[in-house]
């Protein structure tokens, strides 16, 4: 069978004197992160409490005021969860929740008691309205579902009736959207907004997913501007879209659905979600900036959130992916690498940024400049990383490998010779093993306090040795205790360089210094493995140090320089 036969090409909306393809999004729409919820449940290994709490506080932190937090008549794990952020009040006042459920009343009745105390709510409910939902999983015909989706908003307005104290938001998806016929979606949502009561004080949203992307992303934005002028009562409704991957397209389906009438969108930070994925939030706000319309959302320091965000999910991020990855602001080309030079050459601070392959300044992202323009990956990255792990073992992340590139290329160019594995490990062992200054390390002690790991560590700094004390969750928090400078570990690997009695450990951390743009590795290596994460945190410490100016540094190793009763003056 031929895919003429075997597929049917989606047909066309008959929308007359359609207005989306002649707008321009001028204001960024309200925003649901459904991470937590329709992220969740596309994972190998879901979130437990702990990961969701952490995601959950880091969405806050990026300026997601609606936060769908889970289906918590799914199971006791989603309950638990949603009562957890209730009653351990780490939902912020400006914050609202949302959860999911069917529109069947012993799930609504587990759902709205999971809910009772909160001061604003979303309760989301959907129904699947498509054809083939109808006749081949419910075996119902129109009428049946909308009885049923009724019946499941009037329970939910009995129900959230009697916890006045909540302030209650009515969210209606009719499942599977994309693929519905429009006079019955204009149907169906007409009757959730009548029996919800909804009025231009208290709007219904009325979410219109593409819950499986079935055709190019302009009939996506018909679909959404027939509802826009069809819905009876449009003053009381907030039209919200929610679009899926299946296609590769949902980004643009999203922007188009935004110039024709949506003005909500959910998804999920970089583009999680059954199958190929939600729309991704962050590529989304990130394309608005580009065209000069502020998202309100916070992207400054894009490192710590894909790390965070990989660290919850256990998902890696491409590193391609759109403004993200590791490699999307590294050239190997040479002709790449001379316009980005001669662009940054002509860019001044006060202009619009017009940096040729560079549709956003890194810096926006906290993002450096130091990895623009490398050598191309044979002869630079790829090349140096594979010298390394064959001569000496070492495995270098991927964001180190461009870091350290650098450093190589420099010597390259310096030399106008070839660059030996010899160089290069003696060039890494200068870089990241032996930056001594301005902190230098001699010693540390652990002992236990409690449940928590402490430290004794002895420095010298400026001449004058000293001994510091510090308490954490393990050796590094405790190190960094210890120091007093404001540093982060942002992310950690360690392995052996060989094997049997000899063995060594290399420590490799990732870290960042508040205030200061970027974040720079340092390693360290030791046949103790707590040795060698600390020493790998000095040496990074010292690196990043070394970046700041002399006032800069002078203010964060004032605490480390002071005499103190533990200060040994050092010959």
Not at 228 to 233: E, I
Not at 360 to 381: C, E, F, H, M, W
Request: proline fraction near 6%; aromatic fraction near 8%.
């Amino acid at each position: 069978m031929s895919p003429a036969t075997r597929y049917r090409a989606f047909p066309p909306i008959d929308l007359p004197g359609r207005r989306w393809p002649a707008r321009v999004i001028t204001s960024p729409p309200a925003w649901l992160s459904t991470d937590l919820r329709d992220g969740n449940q596309a994972l190998f290994e879901p979130m437990g409490a702990e990961r969701k709490l952490r995601m959950f506080r880091m969405l806050c932190d990026i300026g997601f005021r609606e936060i769908e937090v889970g289906f918590p008549s799914a199971s006791k794990t989603e309950f638990d969860f949603v009562r957890t952020l209730i009653e351990g009040g780490h939902i912020p006042e400006d914050v609202t929740i949302g959860v999911l459920t069917q529109a069947r009343e012993p799930l609504i009745r587990r759902t709205i008691e999971a809910l009772r105390g909160a001061r604003r709510a979303i309760v989301h409910v959907y129904t699947a309205t498509s054809p083939v939902f109808r006749e081949f999983v419910f075996g119902m015909q129109r009428a049946d579902v909308v009885d049923m989706t009724v019946s499941g908003v009037r329970l939910i307005r009995e129900l959230c009736s009697g916890q006045p104290g909540t302030e209650w938001v009515l969210e209606y998806s009719p499942e599977t959207f994309s693929a519905t016929e429009l006079e019955f979606s204009r149907e169906i949502c007409d009757a959730v907004v009548d029996a919800w009561g909804a009025t231009p004080q208290r709007k219904v949203i009325l979410n219109l997913p593409a819950t499986v992307e079935v055709a190019t992303p302009n009939v996506y934005a018909d679909q959404v501007e027939w509802m826009d002028r069809h819905l009876a009562r449009r003053d009381s409704v907030i039209i919200s879209v929610h679009p899926h991957n299946d296609r590769g397209t949902a980004v643009a389906a999203a922007e188009l659905a935004l110039m024709a009438g949506a003005e909500r969108v959910e998804g999920c930070l970089f583009g999680n979600g059954e199958r190929t994925g939600n729309v991704d939030l962050v590529t989304l706000a990130l394309n608005l900036r580009t065209q000069g319309v502020d998202p309100g959302l916070r992207f400054a320091d894009i490192n710590a959130i894909a790390r965070t965000y990989e660290a919850c999910t256990q998902l890696p991020i491409h590193p391609r992916h759109p403004y993200v990855g590791d490699l999307v602001f590294t050239a190997f080309s040479g002709s790449h690498q001379d316009a980005i030079r001669k662009g940054m050459a002509a860019q001044r601070p006060a202009d619009c940024w017009n940096v040729p392959y560079l549709p956003i300044d890194p810096a926006d992202l906290g993002r450096t400049y130091d990895s623009l323009v490398r050598v191309n990956s044979q002869s630079g990255k790829g090349g140096v990383a594979y010298l390394l792990e064959m001569s000496r073992g070492v495995v270098m992340p991927r964001r180190m490998q461009v870091e350290f590139s650098g450093a190589v290329q420099r010597l390259a160019e310096t030399t106008g010779s070839e660059v030996t594995a010899e160089d290069i490990w003696r060039l890494f062992t200068a870089e990241y093993l032996e930056r001594t200054e301005p902190v230098h390390y001699i010693e540390h002690h652990l002992f236990e306090r409690g449940a928590r790991q402490g430290v004794r560590l002895t420095v010298v700094v400026g001449g004058t040795q000293r001994v510091l004390e510090g308490t954490g969750n393990g050796p590094i928090d405790a190190v960094i205790a210890a120091l007093g400078i404001p540093v982060e570990v942002q992310s950690y690997e360690e392995r052996s360089l060989n094997q049997g009695a000899d063995s060594r450990a290399l420590a490799i951390v990732e870290m960042a210094l508040q205030g200061v743009t970027g974040s720079t590795f340092g390693a360290g290596i030791d046949a103790n493995i707590v040795t060698a994460s600390v020493r790998a945190l000095m040496a990074g410490l010292n690196r990043m140090l070394a970046r700041v100016g002399a006032e800069e540094r002078r203010h964060f190793l004032a605490a480390l320089a002071v005499p103190g009763p533990a200060a040994e003056r050092v010959a």
